[in-house]
């Protein structure tokens, strides 16, 4: 019979369990047990533990043991030591660590961060000559403009503020995407097409990225709706900040009339499903108390991109997702987050003025992967909420605080990768999938109006009718009233027209 293998928790892990904190669950914990090698294991949802040697770690018990070993191993969780630094005992246990080691760089960090998040005030000053350190190491992560704290000697490198702050980690995958230097891309494939393609191409971009963002949220535009989706993609990219009332005039043009907003909301909202389970709340975001400087912060993120502090697509990444995290309006967030990466990558000079790539509809291919992403963020903080929605779903009670860490830190790696991804596809596929298919038309058009008499319009309609049928027109098409004149002959040399100059189209669409 196997003896069960005592597990002692470590860092942030240990930190939970000693303060009985109501955060959200980690993405990787640290234990120790009585083996000699270290063993790691991982769930079918991601989740790892790390097994470590026992005897390995020297102190198993102090906060500032926990705390060191969190810096030391473990990626930095702002949510955990805000929840952290709001214990009484957890602040004169740094106070303590600080007079015991003033020079230690993870003492100086735990001050300087708790400091940031709380605003605490401690007793200390920096022995003459120490070091300045930083907070965040750029070969791990992903960094912003730096700022030096004078009192710790900390070097605060994060992205965002203590409003909102994403991390992103510096993964295998990630450093692969960005090497790719996308940006460079665009303005190479853009310069190798002909402006009259080109300018035909972005007008079916325009449109598939209009459609599509609609379509990841089953709704079905009308005209007016859809023209003025597009008038506002045509906008973005505007230099400014963003405003609240710049964010309540995009509002106003993506939604219906009766839903425009003048302001952000007032009260509490939350997203839940259609159907026999609408008093289940799938998102409940922060209070409308939060939304202000959550907000401002989100800016100076979107801001980073067009300074040239980081990428551009992590700047739209952080930036977009986070709106709608704070989902500050009642209606619009969803198309007005993916509006948002158009915005912050056209004023980052990723995308020129005249061009739209179509990321929404990248999206919509891989649905699910993007819902996880979003769910990522907002099952595991609602699932920390106590809260009562009446039977219809008009109003919801909430039980339990929501403190402003709860919301504030967010790790957005695998968004960024997937990102980054998206945008990979459109230049290197989408784009030119679209040029491909002009380029053929254009030829077809060419050697088919040498004998064929027909109207341009229907000339066009049986190109692209053939076309979806990968070089056939088929029985049923062919009683359409505009080509049933054809005889068995004209439609075999339409169709060997098509397939000579769309044939590497098709071999692309696959």
């Known amino acids: 019979m196997n003896t069960p293998v005592s597990r002692i928790p470590l860092g942030y892990q240990a930190l939970i369990h000693r303060y009985q904190l109501e955060v959200p669950a980690l993405r990787r914990v640290f234990v120790a047990v009585d083996r000699a090698v270290e063993t790691r294991t991982t ?4 989740e790892e533990t790390i097994e470590l040697p026992r005897q390995r770690i020297a102190d198993r018990e102090s906060l500032a043991g926990q705390l060191t070993f969190a810096f030391k191993r473990e990626e930095l969780n702002l949510t955990v030591l805000a929840a952290l630094f709001q214990q009484p005992e957890a602040i004169q246990g740094v106070q303590a660590w600080l007079a015991a080691r003033p020079s230690s760089k993870y003492s100086r960090i735990a001050g300087h ?17 120490s070091p300045r350190v930083r907070l965040l190491d750029p070969q791990r992560y992903v960094v912003g403009p730096a700022h030096t704290d004078p009192k710790f000697g900390v070097i605060s490198n994060l992205l965002g503020d203590r409003h909102f702050s994403p991390l992103v980690r ?22 190798s097409i002909e402006p009259e393609v080109l300018a035909r191409a972005v007008d079916y971009l325009y449109l598939s990225e209009t459609r599509s963002t609609y379509s990841i949220e089953d709704e079905m535009p009308d005209h007016s709706r859809a023209v003025k989706f597009r008038r506002l993609l045509e906008l973005a990219g505007e230099p400014g900040l963003l405003t609240e009332d710049q964010l309540c005039q995009w509002q106003n043009q993506v939604v219906d009339r009766r839903s425009a907003e003048a302001s952000y909301r007032t009260g509490q909202n939350w997203l839940s499903r259609p159907g026999r389970f609408r008093n289940i709340a799938d998102f409940i975001p922060p209070p409308a108390g939060q939304i202000p400087p959550m907000m401002d912060s989100i800016a100076g993120l979107a801001s980073l991109g067009a300074d040239g502090a980081i990428d551009p697509v992590i700047a739209a990444t952080c930036a ?4 709608v995290f704070v989902h500050p309006f009642w209606d619009g967030n969803g198309r007005l987050h993916r509006f948002l990466l158009h915005h912050v990558l056209r004023q980052a000079g990723f995308t020129p003025k005249e061009v739209v790539l179509p990321l929404s509809a990248r999206m919509l291919q891989q649905l699910a992967r993007y819902s996880a992403l979003l769910k990522g963020y907002s099952r595991p903080r609602t699932d920390l909420l ?7 779903s008009d109003t919801i009670m909430l039980r339990t605080p929501q403190p402003p860490w709860l ?13 980054l991804e998206c945008a990979q596809a459109c230049v290197d596929e989408d784009l030119q999938v679209e040029i491909t298919y002009l380029r053929a038309h254009d030829a077809t058009v060419r050697q088919l109006e040498g004998w064929l008499d027909m109207r341009q319009s229907a000339l066009n309609t049986l190109i692209d009718i053939v076309v979806q049928g990968r070089g056939t027109l088929s029985k049923a ?25 769309f044939r590497v189209y098709l071999e692309r669409i696959g």
Do not use: N
């Open 43 to 46: 769930t079918a949802i991601g």
């Open 113 to 129: 961060l708790a400091t940031w998040l709380t605003g605490h005030a401690f007793d200390y000053r920096l022995p003459p000559g």
């Open 170 to 191: 510096r993964t295998e995958r990630l450093d692969s995407l960005l090497a790719a230097d996308l940006a460079a891309k665009v303005t190479t494939a853009l310069q």
């Open 320 to 323: 977009s997702f986070g709106f």
């Open 386 to 392: 106590d809260y009562a929605l009446d039977a219809d």
């Open 407 to 419: 919301y504030a830190y967010w790790d957005a790696t695998e968004a960024c990768e997937f990102m």
């Open 477 to 501: 098409k062919r009683t359409h009233a505009l080509f049933a004149h054809l005889t068995d002959d004209e439609v075999a040399r339409v169709e060997a027209a098509v397939l000579e100059h």
